[in-house]
Structure formats: C-alpha cells, structure tokens
T-cell receptor, first 114, second 114 residues
Framework: DTAVSQTPKYLVTQMGNDKSIKCEQN?????MYWYKQDSKKFLKIMFS???????INETVPNRFSPKSPDKAHLNLHINSLELGDSAVYFC?????????????FGPGTRLTVL | AQSVTQLGSHVSVSEGALVLLRCNYS??????LFWYVQYPNQGLQLLLK??????LVKGINGFEAEFKKSETSFHLTKPSAHMSDAAEYFC????????????FGQGTTLQVKP
C-alpha cells in the first residue's frame, strides 16, 4: 500500500483552466503539506494542515486553495492556471507538527500549463 | 531566518569512490537538519536527520552525515558509491517555529560513473 498517494501523476492543461490535485495518506498522520518544485528542482513549502486546521500559508497566490476534508486528505485546487504554475507538486505528511518530525512524500504531480 | 546552502549543484564520482555532498546552514537557534534523496520521477525519501542527539548520524543505504557547529555544516558522505546512488540530494533545515516547515537547499545531482 502506498503511504502517501497523489492523483493525477501528470496533468496537462490550458492557461486559464481550473484544476485540482488530490492527496491521501494512510499513515495515520496528523499533519499534511503541499510543496512546489520548480524547473530548477527548488522545493518550497506552500501550505500545511494539522488535523484539518491550516498551519502554514506561505506567500502563495490566492488562486491556490488547499482543502482538507479530513486529516487523511489534503487537496489542492488551482484557479485560472498560469504558465508559471507549471511545476511538480508534492504532498507530504508527518506524524505531528514539529521541528524534527520526518515528512513522508508522495510521488508528485507534474503540472504542465500550455 | 533559517537557510541552507548546498555547494555544488552537480557532483560526479566513479563507482566505488567516496561520495561527499556539502551542506551549510544558517540558523538562529540549534537546528534540526535533514538529508532527503529524490530518485528520478519519484518523491523525496528521508536519508537521515540530525536532532542534537549525536553529531555523527547514520542513515539508510550506507550514508552518514556529521554535524559540525563550528563550521555550520552537515555534509553527507558514503564510503563507496553504487550506481543506484545516482539521484538528487536535498539538505533541509526545520523552521524553529514548530510548524514542521522545511527549508530546502538547492539540491545536488549525484552522478555515478561505471
């Protein structure tokens, strides 16, 4: 069983569209994260949720909206997609929020905006 | 503010040679440090972490890292490289705000030549 799964793995879409990426973890963790990896492989955190409560909200355009229906799921919805949104988006989870907790990463969703 | 610098975006070694990947950090408080590995088209996997228990940290797949406060470094080493070690390696420092936020370095691509 995959610990942290994301769907879809690849997403190709046109500028201006709205799309969602789904993430699920079966580790029983309390905290989930979204990271963006750009074309130079630089990783930056976008959001984190702890038990469905928003903990981290980095400087991200408000076209990006995370939603956590329960602590095992954290989805990312993106409105009005732009070329610069093309990246690999990683979901991750950790047992708790904390400075030393290992984060488990999903396989990533490669988003290409045309 | 916390930051991480990885010296050398590309490192190339021969199979069986020593692997040394460099990481320097900047932190206003005692840091928690991590090394993650990303194999092609996969998510990140934790190699090892420093949480102040011991300065020499052993991880998976024969990797280890030494925390040197005087040098603000946390370099990753492996005595003998395998072809399967070819991947992207990321050093990260945990934000001290107890949010679980990881601040990543730029990454180092390790190439292993036969």
């Amino acid at each position: 069983d995959t610990a942290v799964s994301q769907t879809p793995k690849y997403l190709v879409t046109q500028m201006g569209n709205d799309k969602s990426i789904k993430c699920e973890q079966n580790l029983g963790h309390d905290t989930m994260y979204w990271y963006k990896q750009d074309s130079k492989k630089f990783l930056k955190i976008m959001f984190s949720y702890n038990n469905k409560e928003l903990i981290i909200n980095e400087t991200v355009p408000n076209r990006f909206s995370p939603k956590s229906p329960d602590k095992a799921h954290l989805n990312l919805h993106i409105n009005s997609l732009e070329l610069g949104d093309s990246a690999v988006y990683f979901c991750a989870s950790s047992q708790q929020t904390g400075t030393y907790n290992e984060q488990f990463f999903g396989p990533g969703t490669r988003l290409t905006v045309l | 503010a916390q930051s991480v610098t990885q010296l050398g975006s590309h490192v190339s070694v021969s199979e069986g040679a020593l692997v040394l990947l460099r990481c320097n950090y900047s932190s206003s408080v005692p840091p928690y440090l991590f090394w993650y590995v990303q194999y092609p088209n996969q998510g990140l996997q934790l190699l090892l972490k420093y949480t102040s228990a011991a300065t020499l940290v052993k991880g998976i797949n024969g990797f280890e890292a030494e925390f040197k406060k005087s040098e603000t470094s946390f370099h990753l080493t492996k005595p003998s490289a395998h072809m399967s070690d070819a991947a992207e390696y990321f050093c990260a420092v945990s934000d001290p705000g107890n949010t679980g936020k990881l601040i990543f370095g730029q990454g180092t691509t390790l190439q292993v030549k036969p």
